[in-house]
């Protein structure tokens, strides 16, 4: 794993079911599929010194134009965390996922 994703945190009770290193447009970045009380997400994690003046309205416009965002109102963004900014997007409840 590149060394810039080492530090990234953890929350607790969060179980972690795929983690890999992509580029997203130019941008190295973690990409996560997660569960945490039962809900399933997504998350496209940046060093957040890499964007310092993206604001959360244009990095959710460059995030939602990927086709791995199922829908752009169900984006969420989480800065100041050791340096990283989360984007979390494609939620679901796992009781919906049952019935998929």
Same mark, same amino acid.
């Given at each position: 794993?590149?060394?810039?994703?080492?530090?990234? %945190?953890?929350?607790?009770?969060?179980?972690?079911?795929?983690?890999?290193?992509?580029?997203?447009?130019?941008?190295?970045?973690?990409?996560?599929?997660? &569960?945490?009380?039962?809900?399933?997400?997504?998350? &496209? &994690?940046?060093?957040?010194?890499?964007? %310092?003046?993206?604001?959360?309205?244009?990095?959710?416009?460059?995030?939602?134009?990927?086709? &791995?965002?199922?829908?752009? +109102?169900?984006?969420?963004?989480?800065?100041?965390?050791?340096?990283?900014?989360?984007?979390?997007?494609?939620?679901?409840?796992? +009781?919906?996922?049952?019935?998929?």
């Amino acid at each position: 794993m590149n060394d810039k994703f080492n530090n990234v %945190p953890k929350d607790e009770g969060v179980a972690t079911l795929l983690q890999t290193q992509m580029k997203f447009d130019e941008y190295d970045v973690l990409y996560e599929q997660w &569960i945490w009380d039962g809900i399933y997400g997504e998350s &496209i &994690i940046f060093v957040e010194a890499e964007l %310092p003046h993206m604001t959360d309205e244009a990095l959710e416009d460059f995030v939602a134009v990927s086709p &791995i965002v199922k829908a752009k +109102e169900n984006i969420t963004i989480s800065r100041g965390k050791n340096g990283y900014i989360f984007v979390n997007f494609n939620f679901k409840v796992l +009781e919906d996922m049952e019935d998929e």
